[in-house]
């Protein structure tokens, strides 16, 4: 290589180094005015494509489970489902739902070396997407609640980029469940279900239960290009 090229791109590739380590330590700073002025470029580029999960580390850890349901629907019923949903009616199907994630955590805790934790982090993360705010966006949240109206533009869009998302990652997962264990499915209910740790106040009653929350996410048609979960299958 021309040894003026070579020069270029060893500043070039310097810079765009500095240029990530500077953005990370702004990103990882606590709130303060400078670092809500440069939000948007850090949600844009570290909060996106770098952003960390600490919360174990931090004071408050993560405080539930979350598991993903589903409900898969012959032709008639999804269509009927459909109709419902589009007057208006709640997303109700009894005792039908079952969970995605619970067989893949007990599959991890008997087998540490296994392909099930990967399995079940992803779904996990797909429905903590759906259920809370994504870390990324904390602080344009903090802008928003002090009246910036920019930062409430971009949570907005985002939460609702983020959310469609992941109910779409989780449509996918869904209907591999489906194709494996009711082929002639046409379409899939989703749920995701949170439970809430039992308060440090109630940690020696024996009667104390988590706190159930299940938020529908909507009835789905099968996607079409995924392969039957093996998994799954009975």
Known sequence: ?????????????????AAHLGLTIVYNLPSNPARQQVAPLLDAYIGRYFAQNWRMFAPTPASSNLSVLAVC????EFDRVLHERAAGAPLELGERWVDLTAPLVRGHQGARFSAYDRLGRAQITAARGVASLPGHLELATRSCHKGDE??????????????EGSSEYLRRVASSYCLAT????????????????????????????PERTDRPLGVFELAGDVMPAPIYRP
């Open 1 to 17: 290589m021309h040894p003026i090229l070579d020069r270029v791109f060893r500043v070039l590739g310097g810079a765009l180094v």
């Open 73 to 76: 629907l012959a032709e008639d």
């Open 150 to 163: 920019i930062a409430c533009e971009i949570v907005e869009s985002e939460i609702r980029a983020w959310r």
């Open 182 to 209: 009711a082929p002639q499915s046409a379409g899939v209910a989703l749920a995701v279900r949170e439970y809430r740790a039992i308060p440090w106040s109630k940690r020696l009653d024996s009667d104390a239960t």
